[in-house]
């Protein structure tokens, strides 16, 4: 198996290589630490990270796009939550959910055996899409959510 997850893990570092990004790779996690420029959002030049590894014979990505949801109030969180399920529905190869830690997150997952450069860049592609989609669709219309831009980055 670690030896399959090296050519995969190889294959994302081509891919993220071609697409000029800037990454590290975290031996222990096995992952990539891929940072993502983002559009310019309410007067600054946001950034943030991309977590894609290797897991158990399936290729996974994520990035965290908002705090932890328990610190907004109940009737917030369950509109997030509602907002977040009806956008599912409409976007394709990536979702939104929860990490463990409880922050809102976009993720994919891809089968090793299915994997190829065209089906790597369009999962992450669409993890880029749900980013900018969140940040212009939803971040406004929430309130108190303008104040809670943590897992992102100012450059």
């Known amino acids: 198996m670690q030896q399959k997850d090296g050519k995969i893990l190889a294959e994302i570092r081509e891919v993220l290589n071609k697409l000029g990004l800037k990454y590290e790779f975290d031996e222990e ?5 891929v940072e993502i420029p ?3 959002f309410m007067g600054l030049n946001l950034y943030t990270k991309a977590l894609i590894g290797v897991d158990e014979g399936w290729i996974v990505g994520y990035i ?12 917030l969180r369950e509109k997030l939550y509602e907002t977040l399920l009806r956008v599912n529905s409409n976007i394709s190869e ?14 994919f997952e891809i089968k090793n055996e299915v994997m190829d450069e065209r089906v790597l860049l369009s999962e992450f592609m669409g993890m880029v899409f749900a980013i900018i989609y969140f940040i212009k669709e939803i971040f406004p219309h929430i309130p108190k959510m303008v104040e809670a831009i943590k897992p992102f980055y100012i450059s």
């Open 38 to 40: 983002l559009e310019d």
């Open 29 to 33: 996690k096995r992952a990539f630490l």
């Open 94 to 107: 990536v979702a939104f959910g929860l990490t463990k830690e409880g922050y809102v997150a976009v993720n």
């Open 64 to 75: 965290p796009v908002f705090f932890k949801t328990k610190e907004l109030g109940s009737k």
